[in-house]
């Protein structure tokens, strides 16, 4: 730590060191940025190559951006830099887009909630609220009334205008106008309700003949402004939210929550809990990847896989069913434990489902798997560089499926996942055809897990008795990542001590992967857009929070 | 006159004071024999074949895949074509949450489904918004900007809900009078009279 300290000093000497985080915290003016950035990320003492969150702040009297930097090459090392806004009245942060693509996106979100610009981000536009909206929902002084903001019924005008800030030599920022398409682009819509886009995205696509140019990736078409509503909420109350972002990793983003409240509560969660909590997680990504696997079948004409999907989901569904009261949207995990305990036949269930499981895998293949049009639609489109996959924070089977070796459950392990036995599933296809495969390949790694919990349960408590009735977290801010389904899920929690949050970000892997789409849809036909969409495999309430 | 539906038993539905209520009321001026008789014969056939929007934006929309796939099968009562384009569905499914950025999509797509039409609330967020209410940029339920027929609360419904809420459809399909149009919604001049926009366009 103390040399990587050293290190980071000698980098520009207005960096000061902000003490008692849970990680390694520096501050940088904003004119200093992009140079210290650069050299974070290229230094190869330091190397922090990905970017991991990057989570607007209104402390009242300034704006800023917490930046989550991680070092892949020096164990996953963390490292959070404030940038703080010289003017809160006309807020400016440099871009990083250049150096981490991530932030392409990242810093559209910050500019729709915080109205904080970025200069050289080539394109500041809103991300998930409409171009005509007035104000900016995540400052603390944001006025909510409807008459600002009524419901429009009449349709976005100016879609294609956006805007650059760009700096010259003497400091001063000049706003540049731009256009998303070329004047001669022809532009297909797809979506915002279309049965392939897994959700309601929209991607307005320019296309040669068939081949496209351009993906343009339109969001927010159900974004319910989850971070702002978590501020006016206490702990137990926002533990909800979660279930109803990325559905299908309810019980990965919860886990996520909770754990990131009980650390900086410090609470000890009793073993029995801690074992229900990966039973469920593992179950879950079971769930999601059938589901999965169907939809991507589905996209490509055969129905009949997903039935297959189905069938088995129902199986996992009836688990859930049983132990949790629903279906869907569990309300499970709760601060120090879980809810309820496992109901009698829980285990006879799983191992019902673990004794089908095999067979039914051999089965998919059989029918999609080894299929010579699934593998011509697959196989070599989509292509993602593991360089790419890295500098786009592409985690989850679909980084995987790049090579990269990015599982949390092994890289930053949490839980009892260190005890357990289990591979982290990495192919080199680099292809959507490798992406559909992990995650093929992470149900079985997935049944080992149960295996080998189901018959070990312990016995004892399903909840710490030392949590408090009132739930105040101290002041100071905490982040926590988990393996959902998708990828890495975040959350950060900011808090003053009182009993509602002061800042609430979920970083979603989902927002990650549609940030992909325009490089890997570029140079292949219009009809790979869907399966490409298929394999990355993103669910778009996760994107839109 | 009893409305009754193949699949579920009169006694097994809550509410048939209201469906009694609306027969009553359609019924006080009298039937025509062949007006009448020709109501009942398309109202079985529409009853029979509803086919849906899908205008599925979160959870209840996988939900709804479930109640697609084998197990719950909604091909026995006839909704299993589920549709993509508005032109040939019959009725709009809302399942999820909708937010401002997607409400002109949501009444652009009612107004292009083709008459007669219905709209059903799926799950607590089209209900009513759900635990989005008060936030800055979600409508408090989709009977906002749209006339909803039936409501299936849940989060998201069960898919024993969701048939409930479709039979509790074809029930009110069942008295519905198409020749007159007692019941249809939204009229030609209401509709121009909230788009005076588009008056020259269609005629």
């Not at chain 2, 020709?38 to 979160?58: E, M, Q, V, Y």
């Amino acid at each position: 730590m103390s040399d990587i300290k050293d290190l980071i000093k000698a980098i520009n000497e207005n960096i000061t060191f902000i003490e008692g985080g849970e990680c390694l915290e520096i501050q940088v003016p904003d004119k200093d940025w992009h140079d210290v950035a650069s050299q974070l990320k290229n230094d190869d003492r330091l190397s922090f190559d990905v970017l991991t969150a990057v989570v607007g702040m209104d402390w009242k009297e300034s704006l800023g951006v917490m930046y989550y930097l991680t070092s892949t090459k020096r164990g996953w090392d963390m490292l959070c830099v404030k940038v703080v806004c010289d003017d809160i009245k006309n807020p400016f942060i440099h871009s990083v887009s250049d150096l981490w693509k991530v932030a392409l996106f990242q810093e559209r979100e910050v500019y729709d909630f915080f109205g904080i610009k970025f200069i050289n981000h080539p394109d500041m536009r809103r991300m998930f609220l409409r171009n005509d909206w007035v104000g900016h929902p995540l400052r603390k002084d944001y006025d909510a009334s409807p008459e600002k903001n009524p419901i429009r019924l009449n349709d976005e005008i100016n879609e294609d205008d956006t805007v650059s800030y760009v700096e010259d030599a003497n400091g001063k920022v000049s706003k540049i106008a731009k256009k998303v398409f070329e004047a001669d682009d022809y532009v297909v819509n797809f979506g915002p309700v279309h049965p392939s886009t897994h959700g309601v995205m929209r991607f307005r696509t320019a296309v040669d003949g068939e081949v496209i140019k351009k993906v343009d990736v339109v969001s927010g078409y159900i974004h319910r402004g989850i971070e702002k509503l978590t501020e006016g909420l206490t702990y137990p109350q926002i533990l909800h939210f979660t279930d109803r972002m990325d559905y299908m990793s309810a019980h990965q983003n919860r886990h996520c929550l909770c754990m990131c409240i009980e650390k900086a509560l410090g609470i000890e969660v009793p073993r029995r809990a801690q074992v229900i909590r990966v039973m469920m997680d593992e179950l879950m990504r079971i769930s999601s990847h059938l589901l999965s696997f169907g939809c991507t079948a589905m996209d490509l004409g055969a129905t009949t896989a997903f039935f297959y999907g189905f069938r088995e989901r129902e199986q996992v569904l009836d688990i859930f069913d049983k132990t949790c009261g629903a279906r869907m949207s569990m309300n499970y995990n709760v601060i120090g434990g879980v809810i309820a305990d496992l109901h009698p036949d829980f285990q006879k269930d799983v191992k019902a489902l673990l004794a089908i499981m095999p067979e039914r895998l051999k089965e998919y293949h059989r029918v999609f798997s080894g299929n010579i049009i699934a593998k011509n639609r697959l196989k070599k489109v989509g292509m993602l560089s593991k360089e790419d996959a890295i500098n786009y924070c592409i985690t989850g089977p679909s980084g995987r499926g790049s090579n990269w070796s990015c599982d949390c459950r092994k890289v930053r392990p949490y839980s009892i996942y260190p005890e357990l036995k289990f591979d982290e599933v990495l192919l080199d296809g680099c292809d959507s055809y490798a992406r559909y495969m992990v995650r093929m390949l992470e149900i079985e790694q997935s049944c080992r897990i149960l295996e080998q919990l189901v018959d070990n349960i312990p016995e004892g408590d399903i909840r710490a008795l030392n949590v408090p009735k009132i739930i105040k977290l101290p002041a100071g801010h905490w982040y926590q990542q988990i393996e959902a389904s998708r990828g890495t899920f975040g959350v950060y929690i900011e808090s003053t001590g009182e009993k509602t949050p002061y800042r609430v970000h979920f970083q979603s892997p989902c927002f990650n992967l549609v940030g992909v789409m325009d490089l890997c849809c570029s140079g292949h036909m219009i009809a790979d857009l869907v399966t490409i969409g298929a394999a990355l495999d993103f669910v778009i309430p996760d994107i839109d929070r | 006159m009893e409305v009754n539906i193949k699949s579920m038993k009169r006694e097994d539905f809550k509410d048939n004071e209201y469906i009694d209520k609306l027969v009553e009321e359609l019924n006080a001026t009298g039937a025509n024999v062949v007006v009448g008789n020709l109501d009942k014969l398309i109202n079985w056939g529409i009853s029979n074949s509803l086919w849906p929007l899908c205008f599925g934006t979160s959870c209840c929309a996988i939900e709804f895949m479930s109640l697609g796939a084998a197990r719950y099968d909604m091909a026995r009562f006839g909704f299993e074509v589920a549709r993509n384009s508005p032109r040939q569905a019959d009725y709009i499914m809302v399942q999820g949450t909708i937010v401002h950025r997607m409400a002109p999509v949501m009444r652009r797509l009612y107004d292009q489904l083709a008459e007669p039409k219905y709209v059903i609330a799926c799950g607590g967020c089209a209900v009513s918004g759900g635990p989005f209410k008060n936030s800055y940029c979600v409508l408090p339920g989709v009977d906002k900007i749209l006339p909803v027929d039936v409501y299936i609360p849940g989060c998201p419904p069960r898919p024993e809900a969701f048939f409930y809420g479709l039979m509790q459809l074809q029930r009110k399909i069942r008295v519905q009078k198409f020749f007159g149009g007692v019941n249809r919604k939204e009229k030609r001049e209401e509709f121009f009279a909230e788009h005076p926009e588009e008056r020259g366009k269609i005629d």
